[in-house]
């Protein structure tokens, strides 16, 4: 699925309000077309006129980067935002950047993709049963969205998780910041969290209302060039999370 273009529509539409209900590509699009945050919005956009030397000849996306997998995924994995040569590059979640090739590469390993790397948004990969998604779709300088930002994205989290209810089988959280981001998702698409929230941890297993929350270590190039989230590591919880989904046995 190849990011779309976006509507201009100034923040999320909540479930329940006009537009709230949509199928998951006409949410995809609408993600596209956010403005909310304007720290954001000017930073993918500059990053985007700007470029980097190496990607001179690339037209950034500039924009939200939205979700990418099939609709009806089973297991869902949550990053933390889009890298500014990255996803807000490529239009597509982990691809383009170091981060994504370490987790394609897993993916690939463990059978739930189609090839093990992602440079362009129509370079052919395909997702088995996995989604991929971020409780922010902006790229944020330094790669740290403010809290306000965090929870300003947060509705359309809230929406994914509505529409990949009926298959959505395992979740696997990729780093402090997205597991505490995502809980409060998860517990306004009505899964009952558990009080005080669960702790993140690396290997983190969380059951809620028939769908396993996993915790993992980010992709990042700070835990994969220090060895603090290895390859085995990565395929270890991907797996877990692949045969909790009913994905592999």
Partial sequence: MNPTGGTGSDEPGRPGEPGGH????????????????????????????????????WTYWGRPVPGFGPPDARLLIVGLAPAA????????????????????????????????????ADDGLELYGVRVTSPVHCAPPANKPTPA?????????????N??????????????????????????????????????????????????????FHVSQRNTFTGRLTPEMLREALGRAAQAAGLRK
């Avoid at 996803?87 to 463990?110: C, E, I």
């Avoid at 930002?149 to 998780?161: G, N, S």
């Avoid at 395992?170 to 005080?196: D, H, K, M, S, Y």
Wanted: aromatic letters at 8%.
């Fill in 22 to 57: 949509v199928g998951l590509a006409g949410l995809d699009e609408r993600i596209a077309g956010c403005r909310a945050c304007p720290r954001l919005v000017g930073w993918r956009e500059e990053v985007a006129r700007t470029k980097r030397a190496a990607f001179a000849d």
């Fill in 163 to 216: 529409l990949l209810r009926p298959t959505l089988r395992a979740v696997v959280v990729l780093g402090a910041f997205g597991w505490q981001a995502a809980l409060p998702a998860f517990a306004e698409a009505g899964w009952a969290v558990p009080r005080p929230r669960p702790a993140f941890a690396h290997g983190a297993h969380v059951p809620l209302d028939g769908l396993d929350l996993f915790g993992c």
């Fill in 85 to 120: 040569h990255g996803g807000n590059r490529t239009g597509r979640m982990f691809t383009g950047d170091r981060s994504g090739d370490v987790l394609y590469q897993a993916l690939y390993d463990v059978g739930l993709a189609s090839q093990p790397t992602a440079v362009s």
């Fill in 149 to 161: 930002e965090r929870d300003t994205c947060r509705p359309w989290l809230v929406q994914e998780l």
